[in-house]
């Protein structure tokens, strides 16, 4: 996970000292069709990439965030490492940035999306966006996506904007190793700010919510002193403060390895 980055973020600096070269389909995202507000400024910041040229980041297509498959819709490869002030210790997983490479002939000069989906321990900057080589790439003019990856340490500027996944809610995905005292949801495919900084449970038939606490990424846990009674239902709170409720979200017979797709979306 995030060592794939660390490696390739100290590469990349070797390579770019001696002078040689060397560098990580869009997320479907509308920025008007949300609440969230979009940050106006553009910020400078510095970007490497890692993986394969045209791949999503780490060869397990997963990352520090714990999000799965992020080479498929709706991540479609377009996914960053962050370092810290971007991954935020894993509150920052999900949140989406507009990026636009800068000083290379190479550069289009044209906003692109990535989501935070890994950690990036090594920055170069204060701002250090380890991007996919999908997303890298992207922000070259036609044809020069190559030439671009090539280019290795390069300036761009980001901002934050919100997310929307259209035809997407929030979905929770029961880790492995949930059993009836242990529970594990990822939480992933936020409208808005994308990201989520505390998620709540409540048993059947119980009335009140128990704080469950971040196991890593947006991996959420509950280590319990009794079997839990399921159905759940989950409570989730994002960066903003705003809150949703997936009632009933997780059934009576869930099971580990598995989506839940809830109805409820920011």
Not at 5 to 20: G, N, R
Not at 75 to 96: I, Q, V
Not at 173 to 185: L, Q
Request: aromatic share 10%; proline share 7%; net charge negative.
């Amino acid at each position: 996970m995030a060592s794939y980055c660390s490696k390739v973020v100290a590469l990349a600096a070797l390579f770019s000292l001696l002078a040689t070269h060397g560098s990580c389909a869009r997320p479907v995202t509308n920025l008007n069709a949300t609440e969230f507000t979009a940050d106006p400024n553009w910020e400078p910041a510095r970007a490497t990439w890692y993986g394969a040229p045209t791949g999503a980041g780490p060869d397990d297509d997963g990352g520090a965030c714990g999000f799965k498959n992020v080479n498929l819709p709706p991540f479609s490869g377009m996914t960053s490492c962050g370092n810290e002030p971007l991954f935020k210790d894993g509150k920052g997983c999900g949140s989406c940035y507009q990026i636009r490479c800068v000083n290379n002939d190479a550069c289009s000069g044209n906003p692109e999306t990535v989501i935070i989906t890994d950690m990036n321990y090594y920055p170069v900057a204060k701002y250090h966006f380890d991007l996919s080589g999908t997303a890298f790439g992207a922000m070259a003019k036609p044809g020069r996506n190559d030439e671009l990856r090539h280019a290795g340490i390069i300036d761009i500027q980001f901002k934050r904007v919100p997310c929307n996944y259209p035809g997407q809610k929030v979905t929770f995905h029961v880790e492995e190793g949930s059993n009836p005292v242990y529970f594990a949801v990822l939480v992933e495919f936020e409208d808005g700010d994308g990201d989520v900084v505390q998620v709540d449970l409540m048993e059947a038939n119980s009335g009140s919510w128990t704080p469950m606490r971040e196991s890593w990424g947006s991996i959420w846990r509950l280590d319990s002193n009794h079997r839990l009674q399921a159905p759940f239902s989950l409570r989730i709170t994002n960066e903003s403060g705003k809150t949703l409720v997936a009632d009933k979200v997780i059934p009576a017979n869930w099971v580990p390895n598995t989506y839940y797709r809830s109805i409820i979306q920011y």
